[in-house]
């Protein structure tokens, strides 16, 4: 039997992600109860999935279960649950399992998708990396495609090397860069390879890389990429997708097994489900307390927000903006609370910083700072400490320092692991050896399990 | 193109367990060609499964790919893919690709199974610890159970909080010791819980715990085992497995959603296509140089092979004698290629160890070395020791031994990552909220790939 709660204002936060977190650390100590609803039981730290993707850190080194975060606050909880839809006159949300939520204050805290722009094939065969479990089936599926390709000389040729990345923003440099230093394994661990060179094709239909950043850092971070050896194509875009390959705008056909789509991200689709109309990028228009204009019991943060009072300008869609609106959201709920004022949003831009790879980065510090930029060494330097500190866990800070250290000195990647539930354990109950899908009976007994 | 490589005797090892890498290092200065077949492409530390299993763990912290360990002997390669049958007269094994390997000498390291001993629901329900992907679907199902009851007063009732384990073996006992551990970070971070208490039920068909050790030490893992909680019950079998309970021999049904089979290996069923009669657990006979009577090109070492000249005798299934057993097929291929003599295979018992938990293990050391025994704080500590020096790969040391220290001082469990691809990510290409199935297309388009 649980103990009953006394009846105090319930705070919903749909999302665990940097948003999310900062709504529930911002009102820890206050007269309400808070439930932070995840469909994942750990928060995910999302600027370091292509490091995932790409082995340079492991998956569990960037994820952090959610109890463990909110455990010392005492007035929050936790719910492992997919929210599907609201009912907003009601008060309550819906969970993919059927059961409701009653809320007092909803946080809409879900982040953002990709969008596919309408490009054909996208949504069959792209890669994304906004989840733990999508940058562990792309590390498995970039780590299969050396293995294919060990196996066959004509690989290159088939494009089983070629790794396109549509759109040159921060996630796809860096994962170009990342890519290009997985490389340096490849040759060392794959004599059979030694004649096939794996590349990066980085395709980006403006005409530089890194967009929001001047021009001296966007020259400088293109002309790193391209002396790595990333093949930059500035002023193309993808216009379909298939299994094997990608056509370009210019006509030409480029064979590869892996796209990777950076190429730009719209609100979570729950956005829709608030009834009111959206804006580009299917954002959310806030008041500047960051709730909807009709029902201030409904708050929107983060990816998904628009900035209040702006039709089409957006905020980049990055962790400092969603931190500093879900601490906002933590005042004007306290506020409220209290009967006092709440003050409007303001975002205060702490500079930007993107990771080309290896003893190269750019970090940009806004004009109050003094403007500063600086790359190269410093810039990479800054952005490994900015990252250890953001890190959510004393072990993954210790797991993803020991990791870097050992990266950066042998050049090696050690989480290569196929490990995305596709090859299935060898050692299955009864299993036979001449059975095509090993251990049926565990998956079905998962299924009723789940099902139950 | 790869380069040709010159005509040598090629040993194809399946497996790439502790007795598979004990042959091609030992096999490392050779003049033969070695290739290390694995259906994965990492070697997994069977023996910290449990703790994978338990949140103890990260469960990349015990997988260390194989191509970083096998690339320094020059002479091996590695080769992904999953061996289901053999052609002994023309020296092939085929792969389930449909791909053939031939050999000269083959080595079958492909270690043990768990068997069911015809106990009716075990392959249905039951959940084993053999692979990392198990482990991790083990662990996840675990938390699942503990979000499930945090939503339901009367989940103890229905068995949600209790987790039976079949086989009071060292993985037994590793795995109810850690549970119980587990079960201190839940009444931390479930306050839903409060009212609930988890158990462990240890279910043991023989009259005690850690069957092959002494008494004394039998007796003090027992009392320590029910010190700490565990619900030990000798002399009681399973006879029925069901998705909600089981039932024992004495006509007791326990209900439970988590039945942990760790009740007894038998050899992995590639044993069964060597064309011989195979011992007690499906082991393979072997000469006392661990090949085939009738074909002194195929060895079999580890779990799968029986002792040498005793039709029913069996070596402990540790890794101690797998990696033994593979050194030994080494010397013996060394030997026959320079025509030398080689030397019958003997074990050379190391001791025993197993752990209970905190504080809590035991050791035992052959009666050469003095046939000492230890218990509590020391044992754990060798415990402790001994595996981090055997545990492969720089990297899952420093992790492995940084997070045994923070989970001995703060009494936490940071792993607890719900991962088992069964959550998919929220953020896929143009997902709606509404669809009850994420990304269809993603899947879809995964399996495109492998068929491919």
Do not use: C
Request: no cysteine; aromatic share 8%; proline share 4%.
């Amino acid at each position: 039997m649980t103990t009953p709660r006394t009846k105090r204002h319930h705070v919903l936060v749909v999302g665990a992600g940097f948003g999310g977190l900062a709504v529930a650390r911002s009102l820890r100590r206050s007269e309400v109860d808070v439930t932070l609803v995840d469909q994942h039981n750990f928060h995910t730290f999302q600027p370091l999935l292509y490091q995932v993707a790409t082995s340079g850190l492991g998956a569990e080194d960037v994820a952090h279960q959610v109890r463990g975060i909110v455990r010392g606050h005492g007035n929050a909880r936790f719910r492992l649950g997919r929210v599907t839809d609201f009912d907003l006159d009601g008060r309550r949300a819906r969970l993919d399992d059927g059961s409701e939520l009653h809320y007092d204050t909803l946080v809409l805290a879900a982040g953002a998708v990709y969008g596919d722009y309408g490009v054909a094939g996208v949504r069959e065969h792209a890669f994304v990396l906004k989840s733990l479990q999508e940058a562990v089936e792309l590390r498995s599926h970039i780590l299969r495609q050396f293995e294919a390709a060990a196996l066959d000389a004509h690989a290159a040729d088939e494009g089983r090397l070629t790794f396109v990345i549509a759109g040159a923003g921060p996630t796809g440099v860096e994962m170009a860069g990342a890519l290009v230093e997985l490389f340096a394994v490849v040759r060392k661990d794959y004599p059979e390879l030694a004649a096939q060179q794996p590349r990066v094709v980085l395709v980006e239909p403006t005409a530089g890389v890194l967009g929001p950043y001047t021009s001296a850092t966007r020259a400088y971070a293109e002309r790193t990429l391209r002396r790595r050896g990333v093949d930059v194509r500035l002023g193309t875009s993808i216009v379909r997708v298939a299994r094997d390959h990608v056509e370009l705008d210019d006509g030409e056909r480029l064979a590869t097994h892996t796209l990777v789509w950076a190429a730009g991200v719209r609100a979570h689709p729950l956005a829709e489900r608030l009834g009111v109309t959206l804006g580009p990028g299917a954002r959310v228009p806030v008041t500047d307390r960051l709730h909807l204009e009709e029902r201030p019991e409904v708050f929107v943060i983060g990816d998904a927000a628009g900035v209040p009072g702006h039709a089409t300008r957006a905020y980049p869609q990055v962790a400092q903006v969603a931190i500093q609106m879900g601490k906002h959201v933590g005042r004007v709920i306290r506020a409220r609370s209290s009967g006092t004022a709440s003050a409007p949003f303001r975002y205060r831009d702490r500079g930007q910083m993107a990771i080309i790879g290896r003893n190269a980065g750019v970090a940009e510090l806004p004009k109050r700072f003094g403007g500063g930029r600086f790359g190269g060494f410093p810039g990479w330097l800054a952005w490994l400490f900015i990252h250890l500190i953001y890190l959510p866990g004393h072990q993954n800070r210790v797991s993803a320092l020991a990791t870097w250290v050992y990266n950066y000195f042998t050049y090696d990647r050690h989480a290569r692991l196929v490990l995305d539930g596709r090859t299935r354990g060898s050692a299955a109950v009864g299993a036979s050896a001449a059975d095509p899908s090993p251990a049926p009976g565990h998956r079905a007994s998962d299924a009723a399990r789940r099902a139950a």
